[in-house]
Antibody, heavy 120, light 110 residues
Framework: EVHLLESGGGLIQPGGSLRLSCAAS????????MHWVRQAPGKGLEWVSG????????DYADSVRGRFTISRDNAKSSLYLRMNSLRPEDTALYYC?????????????WGQGTLVTVSS | QSALTQPRSVSASPGQSVTISCTGT?????????VSWYQQHPGKAPKLMIY???KRPSGVPDRFSGSKSGNTASLTISGLQADDEADYYC??????????FGIGTQLTVL
């Protein structure tokens, strides 16, 4: 059974930094692309960033490009999101998600999310 | 990277059918057959219902179907049941390894 467990969320002041982690299990982590998706309170889903199975391809939503960095450690079956220069509008539940393929096309499984609150 | 356009809300009675549209551009929905649909119940993580425009993952009832014409994709739910009441989001590949969600549609089963 696929299991995705996010951690690292919390309350952070504007301008601060956080690193989210996602521990994956139940599948061959190094065979699939992975993504981060967020959902602000009471709002819709927003794709944040994705990375291919070997980390060779990655990209970001315009809203976070230049501030967030996605990475993965296939040896540890872990996905990360480094978030810098955080803004109040980054407040959201951040989901770690598994793609259906290695190159990235469809989000197949979701974690339960970790909440990031950016506020002074 | 503009969000795909969906109706904010739709409603129908049990047993009826409902169709939710998802309109993008030739750079996303119209340019690729990587359109998927997600169901989200309140307080829960989204669930994949349709992928690659019209494929159903194992375990998803055949009451759920997808299609696409030009820049608009559609999700049709037939034989509506009370548990189908949820938010629905479309999702599309948008080129150069970027992806985009729709704004979401709230389905009410009357």
């Amino acid at each position: 059974e696929v299991h995705l467990l996010e951690s690292g969320g919390g309350l952070i002041q504007p301008g601060g930094s956080l690193r989210l982690s996602c521990a994956a299990s139940g599948f061959s982590f190094d065979e699939y692309a992975m993504h981060w998706v967020r959902q602000a309170p009471g709002k819709g889903l927003e794709w944040v960033s994705g990375i291919s199975l070997n980390g060779g391809s990655e990209d970001y939503a315009d809203s976070v490009r230049g501030r967030f960095t996605i990475s993965r450690d296939n040896a540890k079956s872990s996905l990360y999101l480094r978030m810098n220069s955080l803004r109040p509008e980054d407040t959201a539940l951040y989901y770690c998600t598994k793609d259906i393929s290695g190159s990235g096309s469809v989000i197949e499984y979701w974690g339960q999310g970790t909440l990031v609150t950016v506020s002074s | 990277q503009s969000a795909l356009t969906q109706p904010r809300s739709v409603s129908a009675s049990p047993g009826q059918s409902v169709t939710i549209s998802c309109t993008g551009t030739s750079s996303d929905v119209g340019g690729y057959n990587f359109v998927s649909w997600y169901q989200q119940h309140p307080g829960k993580a989204p669930k994949l219902m349709i992928y690659d425009v019209n494929k159903r993952p194992s375990g998803v009832p055949d009451r759920f179907s997808g299609s696409k014409s030009g820049n608009t994709a559609s999700l049709t739910i037939s034989g509506l049941q009370a548990d189908d009441e949820a938010d629905y989001y479309c999702y599309s590949y948008a080129g150069t390894y970027t992806f985009v969600f729709g704004i979401g549609t709230q389905l009410t089963v009357l």
